[in-house]
């Protein structure tokens, strides 16, 4: 069963650190880009950051450049998003998504999703 598991959200100050985990089963993770998204409330998914298969590859959102930081663990089975410098505004669900985009921004083009977990940057 192909499943992917994000963990490691919660209730942050700004200005604080989260490390998500993407972890995958039932599928290898080096054979896709994997996304992180997010979602606020009454808000549109946003793509936040991709990491290739291929080379490795990172992307990200303006919004997030040099605050967040994405990396794999392919012997874990494990695509990590380190959030540094957290601000009210990235409070969202995040979710990673597993796929073969020809836009790493566009979450139509993933095949596989997580369930989400909330993150909270609130004083």
């Known amino acids: 069963q192909v499943q992917l598991v994000e963990s490691g959200g919660g209730l942050v100050q700004p200005g604080g650190s989260l490390r998500l985990s993407c972890a995958a089963s039932g599928f290898t993770l080096d054979y896709y880009a994997i996304g992180w998204f997010r979602q606020a409330p009454g808000k549109e998914r946003e793509g936040v950051s991709c990491?290739?298969?291929?080379?490795?590859?990172?992307y990200y959102a303006d919004s997030v450049k040099g605050r967040f930081t994405i990396s794999r663990d392919n012997a874990k089975n494990t695509v990590y998003l380190q959030m540094n410098s957290l601000k009210p505004e990235d409070t969202a669900v995040y979710y990673c998504a597993a796929g073969r985009p020809i836009s790493w921004s566009s979450g139509d083009e993933y095949d596989y999703w997580g369930q989400g977990t909330q993150v909270t940057v609130s004083s």
């Open positions: 990491i290739s298969s291929s080379d490795g590859s990172t």
